[in-house]
């Protein structure tokens, strides 16, 4: 199964907003409501920061949204915080797999 | 509080086998559909392996199926993942990493810190 599509990076200035992207086909995320995105920081466990497409678990700061539109999903982070800065990685159900992942995408908070 | 606390990696020879372990405590474990996914130094994410609460239904990735076996023991709130003939390209920290209530939903709703897993002559 191949992995989604990220962009290998992204960066933006404390306080602006961000968007990260997820591509796949209409045998994953364009064809289920079961996207999810996750934070890791360098050396520590990755932390779910949204789930089936736009929900935030608890304790995940508003200030993080996720979208999706056709095959690609979108993952926000409005006001940049330094903290923010880490790896992003999407994730979606399948048909021929209960789970695939992005590539990855790093965040730089400039 | 949920914790996920893997165990058992290490250094072994291609063709070599090895036992991860997961104690699970916070939480009903029996409740659980629970999985395995590693990430390759330097690398992005993979899903590796689920079984559900009871052991019902177990699904495997392609890169691990036939040599990789995974299991819990829901009495002792442990996850197994048993890896035979082990190959460089399962070098990887392995996450133990638990589904969330109402299962499938396909998302992981609570991470271990993982166990470093290095295949190497």
């Known amino acids: 199964q191949s992995a989604l599509t990220q962009p290998a990076s992204v960066s933006g200035s404390p306080g602006q907003s961000i968007t990260i992207s997820c591509t796949g086909t209409s045998s994953d995320v364009g064809g289920y409501n079961y996207v999810s995105w996750y934070q890791q920081h360098p050396g520590k466990a990755p932390k779910l920061m949204i789930y089936e497409v736009s929900n935030r678990p608890s304790g995940v700061p508003d200030r993080f949204s996720g979208s999706k539109s056709g095959n690609t999903a979108s993952l926000t982070i409005s006001g940049l915080q330094a903290e923010d800065e880490a790896d992003y990685y999407c994730?979606?159900?399948?048909?021929?797999?209960?789970?695939?992942f992005g590539g990855g995408t790093k965040l730089t908070v400039l | 509080e949920v914790q996920l606390v893997e165990s058992g990696g290490g250094l072994v020879k291609p063709g070599g086998s090895l036992r991860l372990s997961c104690a699970a405590s916070g939480f009903t474990f029996s409740s659980y559909s629970m999985n395995w996914v590693r990430q390759a130094p330097g690398k992005g994410l993979e899903w590796v392996s689920s079984i559900s609460s009871s052991s019902s239904y177990i699904y495997y990735a392609d890169s691990v199926k036939g040599r990789f076996t995974i299991s819990r023991d829901n009495a002792k709130n442990s996850l197994y993942l048993q890896m035979n003939s082990l190959r460089a390209e399962d070098t990887a920290v392995y996450y133990c990493?638990?589904?969330?209530?109402?299962?499938?939903?396909?998302?992981?709703?609570?991470w271990g810190q993982g166990t470093l897993v290095t295949v190497s002559s």
């Open positions: 990493a638990r589904d969330p209530p109402g299962s499938p939903r396909y998302y992981f709703d609570y």
């Open positions: 994730s979606s159900y399948t048909s021929s797999s209960p789970v695939v």
